[in-house]
């Protein structure tokens, strides 16, 4: 069983879909506006959300950005005939999935058991959250109290590597072999300087670490602040 959310204004459609997928097993949710659907979406709890593209208040694409900036829930949009153009677009903005209508309950079920599975697997996870701090391995953003950090390629690889193993010391060469690929570097800097820089970004300093904490002679772990 699923929690699902429907975002979709035309009626009967969303009426036979919540209808269908209720008499399947899930606990079905459905919202006809755009906006009070992202902001449904965005509260968390829901393991799929079925995005309507034409929607009359916000359009679909946007309803999906709007998503995808805060939440890693799995997609499946819903197009028109003519919008199949948009297809790739959307993909490419997150969508996990998509059905062109007239379509089936069943196909839709099919679909959402594919997703699931994926994230049963691992193949789609969501974000890790630690204190104030959220990183989106899917997505790839990391946010701080809800704004968007700027980070580097490695920078995020680096942090993520860390927010995967919370509260466990990562030693300097772990993290040179598996973020920098350089297995035998030894007395490189390259963590070190990251570090320094990452601290910025999170708004502290090596003199009063917040988020990570550097364990003398052993190596670097995430924690939520005040543990
Ligand atoms: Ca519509």
């Not at 969303?14 to 006809?32: D, K, P």
């Not at 946007?62 to 959307?90: H, N």
């Not at 680096?158 to 300097?172: E, I, N, P, Q, W």
Request: aromatic share 4%.
């Amino acid at each position: 069983m699923s929690s699902i959310l429907i975002i979709e204004d035309d009626q009967s459609i969303r009426q036979g879909l919540a209808r269908f997928l209720a008499g399947e097993g899930h606990s079905v949710e459905s919202l006809s506006s755009g906006m009070e659907g992202v902001q449904r979406a965005t509260e968390g709890g829901l393991d799929v959300v079925i995005l309507d593209l034409g929607l009359p208040d916000i359009d679909g694409g946007q309803a999906l950005k709007m998503i995808r900036s805060i939440s890693a829930v799995p997609v499946i949009v819903a197009t028109a005939r003519d919008e199949e153009g948009e297809i790739v677009r959307i993909l490419r903005d997150g969508a996990d999935d998509y059905v062109v209508k007239p379509f089936s309950g069943a196909q839709l079920q099919a679909r959402i058991e594919a997703i699931m599975r994926r994230v049963e697997s691992g193949t789609i996870r969501g974000p890790m959250i630690v204190g104030e701090l959220t990183v989106d391995v899917e997505q790839r953003v990391a946010t701080l109290d809800g704004t968007p950090l700027d980070l580097t390629r490695k920078e995020f690889d680096f942090l993520s590597y860390l927010a995967d193993r919370v509260g466990v010391v990562v030693s300097k060469r772990e993290l040179l072999a598996e973020v920098w690929r350089q297995p035998y570097g030894g007395a490189d800097k390259t963590v070190d300087v990251h570090l320094s820089v990452l601290r910025r970004k999170l708004g502290e300093s090596a003199a009063e670490p917040h988020y990570l904490q550097t364990v003398h002679g052993v190596g670097i772990k995430l924690v939520k602040p005040d543990s």
